[in-house]
């Protein structure tokens, strides 16, 4: 089933009884060439593509839940490509490309929403910083704009410019930067993973990883073993359980990051609006909720739930920055688990374990990396190879020194990227 303005319309006006189901709902199967674990965004967009680009789609998608309920329901809904640091300049500018011509290769309406992303800063050594990020993204072949203190009164006139716990100094502006639903973006995937063949099987737990002789063979599973020639764990914040399955201790800490929306108030904030001083970060839905988060609960949790001094902490840094908001009525929030890596880079690598994979690390960037950490990394399990665009999230930099991307310059230290 293709997806159509016109069948949109027919639907409408026939009581929407002719959609058919968007995936299949398959027993798993005894034996596959490539096993997911796990069920999320970047999983699913990993079984897409090596279907769609390496023609393998006898995979099977494991998830111990439902498709999507973990940390791609779970975040703010940013897409951007303004990283500075080689490694993951090149990583994300790749990503923010599939972005743009994604609901076209889905034929699936992700809402994917270029309205731009703003990085205010707040003082004379974080406008140097901008700017020099700014000259790496333009380097690297994407958008990036230094905005003085009058051009963001002029974009943003409803932030208070007279307060002093943030003063606003200017920001560096990505037009093509944005947003995209959550949701719909794992609901693509799994679709046209699906159409393509590939089995997603929810309400499967991961029990163990199967090794013989240095070379991975299989999975326990709630629903009994499976064997497969290839593995790869998708896990984000489990990652690290997941991992020690195969005896595997990763360099990352699982942290929780809250995230709040409130209830619908009329258009006020076009763009993404992101604060550096308070670790602050806001947009507003299509729905017009206004979605915002901060900073990590900074202790470390497996639960998808935040603490309330944390909260308290975002939502003042909401209200210094945009007091007109104070009256805004919180419906509701989530807490996702991050996987932070002690460099604050994601890892996408080969193992020790021939035949074992491992995607993770991702920390805040998780979501806009979507697209890209399932095209490389299906590229990874397909050819043996490391993607061009992800040549650097070697797992091996933890150990030797080389090549890490301390992104933020907060150092070794997982809770503070």
Not at 121 to 150: E, H, K, P, T, W
Not at 326 to 336: D, E, P, Y
Not at 376 to 386: I, R, V
Request: proline share 3%; charged share 20%.
């Amino acid at each position: 089933m293709r997806f159509s303005g016109l069948r949109v319309l027919k639907e409408g006006l026939t009581g929407n009884k002719g959609w058919s189901p968007h995936w299949r709902d398959p027993e798993p199967k005894a034996e596959y060439d490539v096993i997911i674990i796990g069920g999320g965004g970047h999983g699913l967009a990993t079984a897409y593509y090596l279907a769609s680009q390496h023609g393998i789609t006898n995979v099977a998608v494991l998830e111990k839940g439902y498709l999507g309920g973990g940390n791609v329901g779970r975040n703010t809904t940013i897409v951007r490509a303004n990283y500075g640091l080689p490694g993951n300049s090149e990583f994300y500018s790749h990503s923010l490309k599939l972005w743009e011509g994604l609901e076209q290769e889905l034929n699936y309406n992700v809402m994917h929403s270029q309205r731009g992303v703003i990085n205010l800063f707040n003082s004379d050594g974080s406008r140097d910083a901008a700017a020099r990020r700014g000259n790496a993204v333009i380097g690297q072949g994407d958008d990036a704009v230094l905005m003085d203190n009058a051009d963001v009164r002029k974009m943003l006139p409803y932030l208070d410019f007279d307060q002093t716990r943030f003063p606003i100094y200017g920001g560096l502006y990505q037009p093509r930067g944005g947003t995209a639903r959550h949701d719909a973006v794992a609901w693509g995937f799994a679709r046209g993973a699906d159409q393509r063949g590939v089995d997603l099987i929810q309400q499967c737990e991961v029990t163990g990883i199967d090794i013989v002789d240095g070379v991975v063979k299989g999975v326990q599973t709630t629903r009994g073993a499976i064997r497969a020639k290839k593995v790869g764990i998708v896990a984000a914040g489990r990652s690290s359980q997941v991992a020690a399955m195969a005896g595997m201790r990763l360099p990352v800490e699982s942290h929780v990051l809250q995230a709040f929306v409130t209830e619908g108030v009329k258009p006020a904030i076009d763009h993404v609006i992101t604060y550096e001083a308070g670790h602050f970060y806001i947009s507003q839905s299509d729905k017009g909720g206004l979605v915002f988060g901060g900073s990590l609960d900074l202790y470390s949790s497996y639960a998808s739930r935040g603490n309330l001094p944390m909260a308290e902490h975002v939502i003042e840094s909401a209200v210094t920055l945009m007091p007109s908001i104070a009256k805004a009525k919180v419906l509701r929030s989530w807490g996702g688990i991050m996987d932070m890596s002690s460099d604050g880079s994601p890892i996408i690598d080969k193992t020790h374990i021939d035949g074992l994979y491992i995607n993770c690390g991702w920390c805040y960037g998780g979501f806009k990396a979507t697209p890209a950490s399932g095209n490389t990394f299906a590229h990874l399990m397909a050819t043996g190879n490391p993607h061009t665009a992800a040549v650097r999230h070697r797992m091996d930099r933890f150990s030797t020194g080389v090549g890490l991307m301390d992104e933020e310059a907060t150092g070794s230290q997982h809770n503070l990227h």
